[in-house]
């Protein structure tokens, strides 16, 4: 459901030379990087008997959801910058899609978590010029229990906090701000304040291994308590027009229609268009 050129950070369109060569159209932000979405496209000539033989070659198996006990369950800010890095991490593995057989891989998903984390820690730092304060907030759970169900997940997304080994499974941004770099603007509230009133939820995502547990609807919640703690009285979310799972699950936690990108902007940024989803915490 949701993520991108992320807000702040990569672009996909410079990478595409790393990405899936596959025949079909990705969302960056994935089943659960709820912001957005890109079409990646690369066009091949192949009869669909050949089309069939190379998905069957090339494509991952789907993995299976794990159910997690979410008594061990935890969801808060981020606290240090081994967790910002293993929520990169997070976003890079599910915002981009690649084949494992691709030249260089390892290297440009480096790249890409290192560019991800650098726009990340210098807006939590107050660096971005615009914005107010902004704050990740993080689903994680003990590596113990990761790590015999989803090995790959629990080290690539790893963090050590007093000493306990954590695995991110969940991540999104909050922003206080009048607006995002390259989105439509939300209308309320207006007048003197509005750029501490007003705030967006950003790089929304859990692992796929982790679906279906609601945790996205756990990540809002908290991010609707952070962002009242932080005076934001007004929540955005932007979410791409035909992804249809993430407006199911921004509906379900309150959030309601208010804009919508033209099409002229959207054929510009060569993405698909975004809504602009608006809910009140004034009353919350």
Known sequence: MAILITPFSYSPQASSLYLSSKLHNTNISSTYGYNSSTPLRSFVICSSQQLSQQNQQISPPTPQPILIDKSILSISEAKSENELWAASCLRVRTFYDFQHDTLNTEDHTKYLTEREFEALTERIAGKRVGFGRVSCVNATL??????????????????SQDNVELVVVGTLDINQCIRLPDEITGMKPKGIGADFA???VSNVCVAKEMQR???????????KMVAKDMGISDLYVHVAIDNEPAKKLYMKCGFVYENEEPAWQARFLDRPRRLLLWTDLSSS
């Open 142 to 159: 003990p590596f113990s229990k990761v790590s015999n169900v989803a090995y790959d997940l629990s080290t690539s997304c790893k963090f």
């Open 198 to 200: 007003r705030g967006y």
């Open 213 to 223: 547990n609601g945790l996205g609807c756990a990540l809002i919640s908290k991010a």
